[in-house]
């Protein structure tokens, strides 16, 4: 039997060793002996196969060489980092579907922190975030299977299906003495990732821009643009890039490149020199006057980390919420074969300052977290003025022999109808109501006001 298994051994280490000498033929042919480096990877080949060929054969269950070795890879992936992981065909097959313009699932971006699988934003109008899922919420089980020790694509092929399908998440939420379970419905996942939104100033002439970025597409740009020109009246842009996951870089750089004239935008450094690049900033079309405040939340990751931290390092903007989620590395899918890949982090991102947000995130300048606004309510003394006001104004109509009715006739628009600043703007104003329900907008407006005055007053 020992002799038998050795024969297997080494069977499986000649392919080894002919793959790691094909590896390395280059340093063999420079050097007459292997160096120290070359045996210490010669030795863990034989450690590996040694070991592979053990349980193949010694295991109290039969299996099979290609779910050892799947396994074995995914298990490595995993250790690499939270973002590089192992495909099979299935797998490989099944990324594709990231990249199509709607899909069957729940809506939300997830990723590993600490171990855990950790939900980094919800997406707005999607089931998840209709469903109360939230930022920082821990996934610990998909319906029946729990999370620990899955894959982040394992988990998102878990939440995936049929629309209309149900699907139970049971979450652990910090806040919460004991584990939630929200059932889902499936639904097809439509992303409108450019939200514009106005809120009107005290002249009602001029307004604020609330570009509400929920995912970086490859139409973010052309769409901050389109609401740009279609709101001239705007003298300050607030972006909100809250819960927004990231998406692709050239988004993020272009949207850069359009409040930033000059310098280093973001640049991105690998192992290998083909990995690294450095992306600048070009002064043509450039807006450097606008007053500009970007919200962030725990959900601000990756190419929103970008956005919100060049701007911050550049002083363009000022910085309002939580710290962001501090997703900063970069990750390509490699082929291996005809049907399975590998998706592995080459490179990471570094902002114009030279600091990574890799497991580490934006810090805003201001920090202010969720919640409502508290308001005072009116005395009594207002109140009563107020009403000796409306009766003041009942009686002078009376003297002019006009009545309540026919004055509010003339001066209300009928029911159903729309003003002609409304007819205007192409973008929902953000009522009252809606700012004092968020104290992170209602914060963000308010720091925005202060930019647009002392600008104002300095004269430029």
Same mark, same amino acid.
């Given at each position: 039997?020992?002799?038998?298994?050795?024969?297997?051994?080494?069977?499986?280490?000649?392919?080894?060793?002919?793959?790691?000498?094909?590896?390395?033929?280059?340093?063999?042919?420079?050097?007459?002996?292997?160096?120290?480096?070359?045996?210490?990877?010669?030795?863990?080949?034989?450690?590996?196969?040694?070991?592979?060929?053990?349980?193949?054969?010694?295991?109290?269950?039969?299996?099979?060489?290609?779910?050892?070795?799947?396994?074995?890879?995914?298990?490595?992936?995993?250790?690499?980092?939270?973002?590089?992981?192992?495909?099979?065909?299935?797998?490989?097959?099944?990324?594709?579907?990231?990249?199509?313009?709607?899909?069957?699932?729940?809506?939300?971006?997830?990723?590993?922190?600490?171990?855990?699988?950790?939900?980094?934003?919800?997406?707005? /109008?999607?089931?998840?975030?209709?469903?109360?899922?939230?930022?920082?919420?821990?996934?610990?089980?998909?319906?029946?299977?729990?999370?620990?020790?899955?894959?982040?694509?394992?988990?998102?092929?878990?939440?995936?299906?049929?629309?209309?399908?149900?699907?139970?998440?049971?979450?652990?939420?910090?806040?919460?003495?004991?584990?939630?379970?929200?059932?889902?419905?499936? /639904?097809?996942?439509?992303?409108?990732?450019?939200?514009?939104?106005?809120?009107?100033? /005290?002249?009602?002439?001029?307004?604020?821009?609330?570009?509400?970025?929920?995912?970086?597409?490859?139409?973010?740009?052309?769409?901050?643009?389109?609401?740009?020109?279609?709101?001239?009246?705007?003298?300050?842009?607030?972006?909100?890039?809250?819960?927004?996951?990231?998406?692709?870089?050239?988004?993020?750089?272009?949207?850069?490149?359009?409040?930033?004239?000059?310098?280093?935008? =973001?640049?991105?450094?690998?192992?290998?020199?083909?990995?690294?690049?450095?992306?600048?900033?070009?002064?043509?079309?450039?807006?450097?006057?606008?007053?500009?405040?970007?919200?962030?939340?725990?959900?601000?990751?990756?190419?929103?980390?970008?956005?919100?931290?060049?701007?911050?390092?550049?002083?363009?903007?000022?910085?309002?919420?939580?710290?962001?989620?501090?997703?900063?590395?970069?990750?390509?899918?490699? $082929? =291996?074969?005809?049907?399975?890949?590998?998706?592995?982090?080459?490179?990471?991102?570094?902002? $114009?300052?030279?600091?990574?947000?890799?497991?580490?995130? =934006?810090?805003?300048?201001?920090?202010?977290?969720?919640?409502?606004?508290?308001?005072?309510?009116? /005395?009594?003394?207002?109140?009563?003025?107020?009403?000796?006001?409306?009766?003041?104004?009942?009686?002078?109509?009376?003297?002019?022999?006009?009545?309540?009715?026919?004055?509010?006739?003339?001066?209300?628009?009928?029911?159903?109808?729309?003003?002609?600043?409304?007819?205007?703007?192409?973008?929902?104003?953000?009522?009252?109501?809606?700012?004092?329900?968020?104290?992170?907008?209602?914060?963000?407006?308010?720091?925005?006001?202060?930019?647009?005055?002392?600008?104002?007053?300095?004269?430029?």
């Amino acid at each position: 039997m020992f002799t038998k298994n050795v024969k297997l051994i080494l069977a499986g280490f000649a392919l080894t060793l002919t793959a790691g000498l094909a590896l390395n033929g280059s340093l063999m042919a420079r050097e007459n002996a292997p160096s120290k480096a070359m045996e210490d990877k010669l030795s863990a080949y034989i450690k590996f196969t040694k070991i592979l060929n053990l349980i193949e054969q010694q295991y109290v269950d039969e299996v099979n060489t290609t779910t050892l070795i799947e396994k074995a890879l995914k298990g490595l992936m995993q250790n690499l980092d939270a973002h590089s992981a192992y495909m099979t065909a299935k797998e490989f097959k099944d990324l594709n579907i990231q990249t199509k313009g709607e899909f069957g699932g729940l809506g939300i971006v997830v990723g590993m922190r600490n171990g855990a699988l950790t939900v980094i934003s919800p997406i707005e /109008d999607t089931p998840a975030s209709r469903a109360g899922i939230k930022a920082g919420d821990i996934i610990l089980k998909i319906d029946d299977k729990a999370t620990l020790g899955m894959s982040i694509d394992e988990a998102v092929n878990l939440m995936r299906g049929k629309p209309g399908t149900p699907i139970t998440l049971t979450i652990v939420r910090k806040g919460e003495s004991k584990p939630l379970r929200i059932k889902i419905v499936r /639904d097809i996942i439509k992303i409108k990732s450019v939200k514009p939104k106005i809120v009107p100033l /005290d002249d009602n002439k001029s307004s604020i821009l609330d570009l509400r970025i929920t995912s970086f597409d490859a139409h973010v740009v052309d769409e901050v643009k389109k609401a740009i020109a279609a709101h001239p009246e705007a003298r300050g842009y607030l972006i909100d890039l809250r819960n927004n996951p990231g998406g692709l870089l050239d988004q993020a750089v272009r949207l850069l490149d359009m409040f930033i004239d000059k310098g280093v935008l =973001v640049s991105q450094k690998g192992r290998n020199a083909s990995e690294n690049e450095v992306y600048k900033a070009h002064a043509a079309g450039t807006d450097t006057k606008t007053p500009i405040v970007v919200l962030v939340n725990g959900g601000s990751a990756s190419a929103s980390e970008i956005v919100s931290g060049a701007l911050q390092d550049d002083r363009r903007a000022v910085i309002v919420g939580e710290k962001t989620f501090g997703k900063g590395s970069v990750q390509v899918v490699i $082929p =291996v074969g005809k049907d399975e890949g590998l998706k592995l982090t080459v490179a990471r991102y570094y902002l $114009p300052s030279g600091r990574t947000i890799q497991n580490k995130g =934006v810090t805003p300048d201001v920090i202010v977290y969720p919640g409502k606004v508290p308001q005072k309510k009116e /005395d009594e003394l207002a109140i009563k003025e107020k009403d000796l006001k409306e009766h003041l104004k009942a009686e002078l109509q009376k003297i002019d022999q006009k009545s309540p009715a026919a004055e509010s006739n003339a001066t209300a628009p009928k029911a159903g109808a729309t003003s002609a600043k409304e007819k205007k703007s192409k973008a929902k104003i953000i009522t009252r109501k809606e700012l004092y329900e968020d104290a992170q907008l209602k914060s963000a407006v308010d720091i925005l006001k202060a930019l647009i005055l002392t600008q104002e007053r300095k004269g430029n």
